[in-house]
């Protein structure tokens, strides 16, 4: 066996606290290995060609690079020896930059660290056994969570590209927080009026099947071959009758039923459309208010509809699909106002949220676009704007910015003047953060040309004084306290994570961050992938974003999907549980503990029951080798021998 | 941390499941969070897949000691591989003292792969507990 | 007012022995003005409490240990409630007065005043005898009719006794000062 | 996370029997400016079977004085009382004075902190202090061990001119890490406890602004101006009395309340009554009993109305009734109108 070492200064990355050559010097040592360099970037293109040149001049078969974290390179230089003629799996990278130059301080240590994490890597190449992938077909339809724009805009890009979409919504209509906005910043365009056109070729889509007020209740599968359960919720309305006509709603008489499409800043019906230009353009019952639900006795609106298609009998229905990628795009929530009691909002009618102001601006919304006061529908003169309320303070666990915020408040802002020109507005800020093309233009356009007062502070109370909301906070330019008697204040309340955001990553096996928020593959290079092949991101799912950005994430993801798919076969990782049938006792431990159910019992021909791995299924966790009283099977690539190559070598130093 | 740069090292094998902690360690790396060198990590594709006869052979066969890192309770990449190892770990803790072992030489943890400052927290403080103990003497440990 | 020349005024040993008398990290503040916005004195200091932190950061030992700001802190634990940081503001002020006493650099004497005459009236009687304290405080600090209307009121309702109560165990707090003082070379 | 910690979930207690015995940490002021809180509070304390006893021989805490000195002497001044009620085997004391109650609580806090500081606080110490006593105030007791549904069992009156803003002061929930009880920005145990003994509350925007607290003496305008926006508030809030349940804040808005007047040109009459003084009231005690003579703005025009459970209860029962007609007529005209919809 010959086994090539090369060790990476990645600049002054790693050779600056380990000594590389004194690494190189012991490798040469080891039992084994037949050549060993050092190299300034070993990653680099020439980097690539000296370990193939090695590998035909020395005659190598066994190659490790001492570098980077595998997580960054190993399939880079997987592929540099598979061009060299060897097996891809006969190779291992030893982490000297992560792992140790970068966290050591002393040169000695780190570099007696380096020596022995390439002795371990060493011994572990030289029990590595040659891998092959298999191939399977892969099913060319995409599964996208989410109908808001990013999930919109990446079912559409899928759709014109020709592959099948199921998208599935869990409200009533596609069209998310966005389709809740008035103008969208910095443009002041109709927010509307740029969404309504993709809600509307997402409905009319031949290859887009849209499952609103719908769930995912289960995910099985791999990449390539999903099995996805959707639940449909009972809407106690037959949409396939339903025409939208509205004659419902108008005479439900439950009128006070939490309106969810607008934040709840004015009542709905029991049997609601959420909004006029909802897509699809259907009425659902909410049971909570429906009379006929908690009272036992109404049917006002099953006697009013002209197609007759009220169903108070509907239960939840379970359908199946089929698809060979996710797309992830479930957006976000807000920090409920209760949880910020400074400032009063949820107690005092009031203090409202942002976005709850923007169902008043606009023009369907429940106030046909008058902005007025929740407490007595009068036209407010004074507003205050409170950014960051909740966003920034690590003493409520919310460290991050909410990335939108001051953009929006700005906007509203102007929004405010040109609906109500003897208004005066104030912002109460901390930073203006306005980094996008145009934006901080925009922040400057409401202070410059819209008077907008900006306050660079925090608010510290609210609270009622006769009808006018005092808002107390400081001006820390001036150095003193402020206040305001303000009409109305609008709070900027911070983006969250979805409630279920974590349970959804667990059916997705994807990660999430401490805030709930999905974890993408690599922050920079590999933005709208997640660890799980086959599973992508788009949107504010993965953390705070705006409208532009989500709506390159939900392309950038639908071209990921296009390139996964634009192969017929894809090829199987070959690192998956390998059965030795001599030596199975056919106890079937490993079938019960498998996580992913990929073994099953097989009869050999001689009677004997044994384990079987399902290559497709199996995901290659490795808990059947450890469930496994007798090694019989062992998970390919770290096998025990392969491990225990490794802490033999530690140990023996 | 300073104090334990200036002992000995000890032999400390870290198996880190490749989704969550490995990437986790990987973090603070790129944070150049600073550790103490004593430590040599296993990458392997899940927690699960650690077999408590690695951890008992690395402690017999001249490890300090053993960590064990995976992903966080219902955050696994394998659904719930980290559940059968705790389960397992957890039954190891118990054993080693009947194998002459102070069952604080081993540790089962979970850190995620955003989490560098906690892995740093992590290795700093099961090194420093290392060090209170010293190199592991299996003879005096099972005499006394 | 002159520019402050950072180069030569920040003192960051000041800056480390706030830090650690008060177990606070002032480079945790990013200067958001919460505790500014909430303090009920924001209006008697010369300093807002977000700028002392800030005096602090940036080392301005001098202008921080003679300011009123310390002083007229009355602890009402506002900022360090509200701090996104979890600054125990409060906690620093109170550090910084310590540091003032220490250094002879304290602003507000009368306050010092009230405060030493509360103290040496514990540890005479053991407990606070206020109508000694009132007369001991007006005495010393020269106002000496000051709150003198609410004389009668309190009078007329028994609600102060005209002789000091004295506790058994008064000796025991006196000790507690005097092993302060003798341990306590800081205060010689 | 603090809020999440602290926050809405009082715990509440649902037997209403208190079995052990407390210490009784009075305080100074307790003893002079503010013996009817020290008499109401017995008097309430007494009624509702809660045991204590006052610690032998206690001394002051040391209060803001000290810890302008120094951390460690002022732990040592109010841990010498902590060993007092650790010997005398008890192990939960009760501050009604939140100065008080928050100094011992810091000692304890910083001492178990770090055995470095404990030994420098024992140090000075005749007896050393062995971390053995919780100090909490009392309306934690009064929410958390003897629980609202006792206090409810035990009233007997009802005042229904009394509308009650109730005023926390600065320091009783805060910092919430210290305090460990109620919200730090929207505390309830002072209003859930009053509602249980029937009162009116209102809704208090100014229930945690600092009152001025010890600056009285030395900065007198100072705290003028403070008590000025409290009361205005209150007032404002459209209170008829302040209830209280701090030594200081009560000195301040009472005692000091012609000095604000006279100062910043208000005509404030504003009675401010500690807290246990309303629940004595309404657990039918006399004025006299919970020593309301020692206000200085009275309150006997408030109490005039005063009427017993039984008045009051049949009192409501009209009024309901009253109300139910009227809510009929309205539900009738609903069904009406859905009527001619169909």
Redesign the interface.
């Given at each position: 066996m010959r086994v090539g070492v090369f060790i990476c200064h990645c600049g002054n990355n790693i050779a600056g606290t380990v000594d590389v050559a004194k690494v190189a010097e012991e490798t040469r040592k080891i039992p084994g290995v037949a050549y060993a360099t050092t190299y300034m970037y070993t990653c680099s293109e020439p980097g690539q060609e000296e370990i193939k040149e090695a590998i035909k001049r020395e005659k190598l078969d066994r190659i490790v690079v001492a570098a980077c974290?595998?997580?960054?390179h190993e399939l880079t230089f997987r592929r540099t020896i598979e061009k060299a003629g060897l097996n891809r799996y006969f190779f291992e990278m030893a982490?000297i930059?992560?792992?140790?130059s970068?966290?050591?301080?002393?040169r000695e240590?780190?570099t007696?660290?380096a020596i022995?994490?390439v002795r371990?890597a060493v011994a572990k190449v030289m029990q590595n056994k040659p891998l092959y992938s298999s191939s399977f077909k892969i099913n060319k339809r995409v599964l996208v969570i989410g109908g808001g724009v990013a999930g919109m805009q990446a079912a559409l890009d899928c759709a014109d590209g020709g592959l099948e979409v199921v998208l599935v919504e869990k409200s009533p209509s596609v069209g998310g927080m966005m389709a809740r906005l008035d103008k969208t910043f910095p443009t002041v365009d109709c927010s509307i009026c740029i969404l309504g056109p993709k809600m509307v070729d997402v409905a009319q889509h031949e290859k887009i099947k849209l499952y609103a007020f719908s769930e995912i209740e289960d995910i099985k599968g791999y990449v390539g071959n999903y099995q996805i359960k959707i639940k449909k919720k009972a809407t106690y309305v037959d949409w396939s009758k339903c025409t939208g006509c509205g004659a419902c709603m108008e005479?439900c008489?439950s009128k006070n039923a939490y309106d969810a499409f607008n934040f709840g800043v004015a009542p709905t019906r029991a049997i609601n459309i959420p909004f006029p230009q909802a897509i699809p353009k259907k009425a659902k019952i909410d049971p909570k208010y429906c009379r006929q639900f908690t009272k036992g006795k109404c049917g006002?609106c099953a006697?009013?509809c002209p197609t007759k298609a009220i169903n108070y009998e509907m239960v939840d229905e379970i359908v199946t699909e089929e698809v060979g990628a996710i797309i992830v795009a479930t957006g976000y929530s807000l920090i409920d106002m209760e949880?910020l009691?400074?400032y009063?909002g949820g107690k005092y009618p009031d203090v409202i949220s942002g976005i709850q102001y923007e169902r008043l601006l606009n023009a369907s919304g429940p106030t046909a676009g008058h902005i007025v006061r929740p407490s007595d529908h009068e036209e407010p003169k004074t507003i205050v704007f409170v950014s960051?309320a909740g966003s920034?303070?690590?003493?409520?666990?919310i460290p991050y910015c909410s990335n939108f915020c001051c953009m929006y408040i700005a906007k509203q802002a102007i929004l405010t003047k040109d609906h109500i020109p003897d208004s005066q507005s104030y912002v109460f800020y901390?930073d203006i953060r306005s980094p996008g093309k145009g934006y901080d233009e925009f922040t400057r356009r409401a202070q410059e040309e819209y008077g907008v007062h900006y306050i660079?502070?925090?608010?510290?109370?609210i609270?009622?004084?006769?009808k006018k909301m005092v808002v107390?906070?400081?001006?820390?330019l001036l150095?003193?306290?402020v206040e305001i008697e303000a009409d109305l204040v609008v709070l900027g309340t911070a983006v969250v994570a979805n409630s279920d955001a974590?349970h959804m990553?667990?059916k997705l096996?994807i990660?999430?961050?401490?805030s709930g928020f999905y974890?993408e593959s690599h922050p920079k290079l590999r933005p709208v992938e997640t660890?799980?092949s086959g599973v992508f991101l788009a949107g504010a799912c993965q953390g705070p974003k705006d409208i532009p950005a989500s709506v390159g994430q939900g392309s950038a993801a639908a071209s990921k999907v296009q390139a996964l798919f634009s192969k017929d076969m894809l090829e199987s990782d070959p690192?998956i549980a390998r059965v030795n049938i001599n030596t199975c006792v056919g106890c079937l431990k490993c079938v019960s503990?498998c996580?992913?159910q990929a073994i099953k019992d097989k009869e050999l021909k001689d009677g004997r029951v044994v384990a079987d791995v399902i290559e497709t299924v199996c995901?290659?966790?490795?808990?059947c080798?450890?469930?496994c009283p007798c090694g019989a099977i062992q998970?390919q690539h770290?096998t025990?021998n392969q491990?225990?190559a490794?802490?033999?070598a530690?140990?023996?130093m | 941390m300073p104090d334990v740069a200036l002992q000995q090292e000890l032999r400390i094998i870290g198996f880190l499941c490749n989704w969550c902690s490995y990437g986790g360690a990987d973090t603070a790396g790129v944070s150049r969070f600073k550790q103490p060198t004593d430590l040599r990590i296993i990458r392997v594709p899940c927690s699960g897949r650690v077999d408590p006869l690695f951890v008992v052979k690395a402690l017999l066969n001249g490890a300090d000691g053993v960590l064990v890192s995976g992903c966080h309770p219902r955050d696994c990449h394998y659904s719930d591989g980290n559940f059968y190892a705790r389960r397992r770990l957890e039954m190891l803790k118990r054993l080693l003292p009947f194998l002459g072992i102070d069952d604080r030489r081993f540790h089962y943890t979970w850190v995620s792969a955003s989490e560098g400052a906690r892995w740093q927290e992590t290795v700093t403080n099961f090194t420093k507990r290392l060090h209170e103990l010293g190199p592991l003497q299996l003879k005096k440990e099972v005499s006394s | 007012m002159d520019a402050i020349n950072l180069t030569e005024t920040i003192d960051t040993d000041f800056i480390k022995e706030v830090a650690k008398e008060s177990g606070e990290n002032p480079s945790l503040c990013y200067q958001c003005g919460n505790c500014t916005a909430g303090c009920p004195y924001t209006h008697f200091f010369d300093y807002p409490v977000s700028m002392v932190m800030r005096l602090l950061q940036t080392g301005q030992k001098e202008t921080i240990l003679t300011s009123k700001a310390i002083w007229l802190c009355a602890t009402c634990e506002t900022c360090t409630t509200r701090c996104p940081c979890n600054i125990d503001v409060a906690h620093i002020m109170d550090t910084l007065r310590i540091m003032a006493r220490r250094e002879g650099k304290v602003s507000e004497k009368d306050i010092r005043l009230f405060y030493d005459t509360f103290l040496s009236s514990m540890r005479q009687f053991g407990r606070i005898y206020e109508v000694g304290l009132l007369l001991s405080y007006n005495l010393k600090s020269g106002h000496l009719m000051a709150d003198a209307d609410l004389g009668p009121k309190v009078l007329s309702r028994g609600k102060i006794h005209f002789l000091p109560k004295k506790i058994k165990g008064a000796g025991e707090v006196a000790k507690i000062f005097e092993r302060f003082e003798g341990k306590s070379d800081r205060h010689g | 996370m603090k809020w999440q910690k602290f926050s809405k979930d009082l715990k509440e207690n649902q037997t209403g029997m208190v079995e052990k015995e407390y210490g009784y940490y009075a305080g100074c002021s307790l003893e002079g400016t503010a013996s009817e809180y020290d008499t109401s509070l017995r008097v309430v304390l007494n009624t509702l079977g809660v045991k204590f006893r006052e610690p032998d021989d206690w001394s002051c805490c040391g209060s803001t004085p000290a810890h302008t000195v120094d951390h460690v002497l002022a732990a040592a001044l109010a841990a010498r009382n902590l060993s007092i009620v650790e010997k005398s085997g008890l192990d939960t004391i009760i501050a009604p004075c939140p100065s008080c109650m928050t100094v011992l609580k810091k000692a304890q806090y910083n001492m178990k902190g770090s055995d470095d500081f404990a030994a420098k606080v024992n140090q000075l110490l005749d007896e050393p202090y062995n971390l053995g006593v919780e100090t909490k105030s009392a309306l934690q007791i009064l929410l958390e061990d003897v629980g609202l549904e006792a206090i409810e069992k035990k009233v007997t009156h009802i005042f229904p001119d009394l509308k009650v803003a109730p005023y926390y002061g600065c320091i009783l929930t805060r910092p919430p890490q210290l305090a460990q009880f109620d919200d730090p920005e929207n505390p309830v145990s002072m209003d859930k406890i009053l509602s249980a003994a029937k009162i009116n509350v209102c809704d208090f925007a100014f229930k945690l602004e600092c009152c001025g607290a010890a600056f009285g003496v030395p900065k007198r305008d100072m705290v003028n101006r403070l008590t000025y926006k409290v009361l205005s508030m209150a007032i404002d809030a459209g209170a008829n009395c302040i209830a209280v349940a701090c030594p200081l804040c009560q000195q301040n808005l009472d005692l000091r309340q012609e000095q604000v007047n006279r100062t910043m040109g208000s005509s404030f009459n504003i009675p401010v009554l500690y807290f246990s003084q309303i629940l004595g009231l309404a657990f039918g005690f006399s004025p006299k009993e919970v020593a309301l003579d020692k206000l200085v703005v009275g309150a006997d025009n408030l109490l005039k109305n005063r009427l017993t459970v039984e008045e009051w209860e049949k009192m409501r029962e009209a009024e309901a009734q009253a109300k139910k007609q009227k809510g009929k007529k309205a539900i009738e005209k609903d069904e009406q109108s859905t009527e001619e919809t169909e």
């Open positions: 974290s595998p997580r960054m982490n930059r992560e792992h140790v970068w966290i050591g301080e002393n240590l780190n007696k660290k022995e994490a371990m005479k008489p006002v006697k009013i949880k009691p400074e009063g960051c920034r303070d690590k003493s409520i666990g901390m660079r502070g925090r608010v510290s109370r609270y009622p004084k006769g107390r906070g400081a001006d820390t150095g003193t306290q974590a990553a667990e096996h990660s999430y961050d401490t974890v660890n799980t690192a503990t996580p992913f995901a290659g966790c490795g808990v080798t450890s469930t998970l770290f025990d491990l225990l490794e802490v033999n530690l140990c023996q | - | - | -």
